[in-house]
C-alpha cells in the first residue's frame, strides 16, 4: 500500500471512528494549535481530538506528522490529557514516535483579568518526533534530517512545565505560555513560549442552531518558538513560527482548525499547514461510571 | 529503565486518581455534600450585582440564551433548568430572585471547586443572553424552599425531586 492510500485509510477510519462516537457535546474552543489558553476542559467530559502537520523540509524530505489527543476534565479545576504520536516522512518510513501525559491546574478559585494554569507533562519520545506541539532549547529545522530508521533510536524521557497565562477581553482571548523543558537525562533546563490572541467572527449567539454563523468561526494567530537554555538563553540558534490559525466549531460537536504555518527565520521550517479535528464527548465520565456499576 | 517505570507507575496513579474524583462525587467530603450550591450567588460583589443585562431588551436574547443553555449548561442542570445530573436546580427563588449582574458574575467566575467551570470562555453577549434566558424561567412554584428540599445523590438540595413532585 502506498504512503498516500495508506493515510487516507488512517483518516478515514479515524473520521468513521469520530462520527460514530455517542452522546457530542457541543464545543467552543479557541483556534490553537501549540498555544494554550485559560480554559480547561468541563468536568467529566472527553475531547478526542486529531491533528496533522504537514511540513516542509529544506535538504530532506517533507514530512506528515500526526497526533491523537484523549483530553478529560476530571474536575473543573484538572485536565488530563494523553497523547500518541506519530510520523510519515515521505520516501523513508512511517513510526510512531512516542506517548505523553499531560496535566493542567487552575489555581485560582474565579476568573481574573489573567488567569494562571499550571501544566505538568511527562513525555516518553523517540528522536524521530515531528510533531512540534510545542518548542524548546534550539529545536531547529536541521534536526529532522537524520533518516527515520536512526532517529528512532534516541529514547528522551522529558519534563515539561508551562505556565500559562490567558485573559478575555472585549471578546479576545489573548494567551501566553511560558515552557520549561528538562530531558531526564543529564542535560540543561530548555525554554520556549508560545503567544495567541483569537476572537470569535460573532459576539452575539444566533436565535437558532446554525452551522455557519459568525459566532462559531474563531480567527487569530499564534507565535511560538524556542528561548535557549540554561546556558544560552536567547534567540540564537532557536526556530520561531508566526501562523494565522481558524477554528470552526459545529453545533454537531465537531472543531476543526486550520493553521498553515510560516518559519520567522533560517532554522525555522518554511511552512507547515497544521489541521485540527476534535469531538467533545459529554458525560464520558458518567458512562464509565454506569459501564461498571451497570443501569440503575 | 527505572525512571521510565517511576513516570509509568506515577502516571497510573494520578489517571486513577483523576477518573475515581470524576466518578465518586458521593465519595467527596462531607462538607462539599452541605454546603449550599447557592452560597456563590451571595459572594459576588456590590458592583457586579448592579451591573444591568444589556441586552435585556433584546428580543432575540431569551432564544438564543436557550440555544446556548442547551448546548453548554443543559448537560448538568437539566434540559428545563431543574433537574440535571450534576448540577443545582436554576429554577429556585435564589437563582430566580438574583440579580442579573450576580448570575453574570457567577457564570463568568464558576465555581470551580464546585464542579462548574468558569464560562468566560463564551463573549460577554452569551453570557447576557445565558443571564436573560435563565432568567426566563422563573421559579418553579412547585418547589418547596430549597432549605426544605431533600438532598439527592448529587448533594444538592432539589436536584431530581421537582420532576417527581409535579408528576
Known amino acids: 500500500m502506498s504512503w498516500s492510500v495508506r493515510h487516507v485509510v488512517v483518516v478515514a477510519i479515524l473520521i468513521v471512528w469520530f462520527a460514530s462516537l455517542p452522546r457530542a457535546a457541543r464545543a467552543q474552543e479557541n483556534p490553537y494549535i501549540v498555544t494554550y489558553d485559560q480554559f480547561l476542559e468541563e468536568p467529566r467530559n472527553l475531547e478526542i481530538e486529531y491533528f496533522s502537520t504537514y511540513g516542509t523540509q529544506r535538504g530532506g524530505n517533507n514530512y506528515h506528522s500526526y497526533w491523537v489527543e484523549f483530553e478529560y476534565g476530571a474536575t473543573a479545576w484538572w485536565t488530563t490529557e494523553f497523547y500518541l504520536d506519530a510520523q510519515s516522512t515521505m520516501h523513508d518510513s512511517t513510526v510512531a514516535t512516542g506517548v505523553r501525559w499531560e496535566n493542567r491546574f487552575r489555581p485560582l478559585k474565579r476568573e481574573h483579568f489573567i488567569n494562571p494554569v499550571l501544566y505538568v507533562e511527562y513525555e516518553h519520545v523517540n528522536g524521530a518526533d515531528k510533531i512540534l506541539k510545542e518548542l524548546e532549547g534550539h529545536d531547529v529545522e536541521s534536526d529532522f534530517l537524520t533518516p527515520n530508521g536512526e532517529a528512532r533510536k534516541e529514547t528522551k524521557n522529558e519534563a515539561e512545565l508551562k505556565l500559562i497565562l490567558g485573559s478575555n477581553f472585549k471578546g479576545w482571548n489573548v494567551s501566553e505560555n511560558f515552557t520549561f523543558v528538562k530531558n531526564l537525562t543529564n542535560e540543561p533546563w530548555e525554554f520556549g513560549y508560545a503567544l495567541g490572541a483569537s476572537r470569535p467572527l460573532g459576539l452575539k449567539a444566533s436565535a437558532k442552531r446554525c452551522s455557519f454563523c459568525p459566532q462559531n468561526l474563531v480567527a487569530g494567530a499564534e507565535m511560538y518558538g524556542g528561548l535557549g537554555d540554561r546556558y544560552h538563553l536567547g534567540l540564537q540558534g532557536t526556530s520561531q513560527y508566526l501562523a494565522p490559525v481558524l477554528a470552526w466549531n459545529i453545533p454537531s460537536g465537531w472543531t476543526l482548525r486550520v493553521s498553515p504555518t510560516f518559519g520567522l527565520n533560517s532554522n525555522s521550517h518554511q511552512f507547515m499547514l497544521r489541521l485540527g479535528i476534535a469531538r467533545e464527548i459529554s458525560d464520558f465520565g458518567g458512562m464509565i461510571k454506569r459501564a461498571f456499576r451497570g443501569h440503575s | ?167
Open chain 2, 1 to 167: 529503565m527505572r525512571r521510565c517505570l517511576l513516570a509509568v507507575a506515577f502516571s497510573a496513579i494520578l489517571l486513577a486518581g483523576s477518573l475515581s474524583m470524576a466518578q465518586n462525587p458521593g465519595k467527596r467530603s462531607e462538607k462539599v455534600r452541605t454546603s449550599s450550591p447557592y452560597a456563590e450567588l451571595a459572594k459576588a460583589p456590590e458592583k457586579a450585582q448592579a451591573r444591568p443585562n444589556p441586552l435585556q431588551d433584546d428580543l432575540e436574547a431569551v432564544s438564543a440564551g436557550r440555544v446556548l443553555f442547551e448546548d453548554h449548561c443543559a448537560e448538568c442542570h437539566g434540559f428545563s433548568g431543574e433537574r440535571g445530573k450534576h448540577g443545582p436546580n436554576l429554577r429556585v427563588p435564589e437563582v430566580q430572585n438574583a440579580t442579573p449582574g450576580t448570575l453574570f458574575w457567577v457564570l463568568s467566575g464558576g465555581v470551580v471547586r464546585k464542579g462548574m467551570p468558569v464560562w468566560s470562555r463564551l463573549p460577554e453577549a452569551q453570557r447576557w443572553q445565558l443571564v436573560r434566558y435563565l432568567k426566563s424561567l422563573g421559579v418553579n412554584d412547585a418547589l418547596t424552599p430549597a432549605e426544605g428540599r431533600p438532598k439527592d445523590a448529587t448533594g444538592y438540595p432539589g436536584i431530581g425531586t421537582t420532576n417527581r413532585a409535579v408528576e
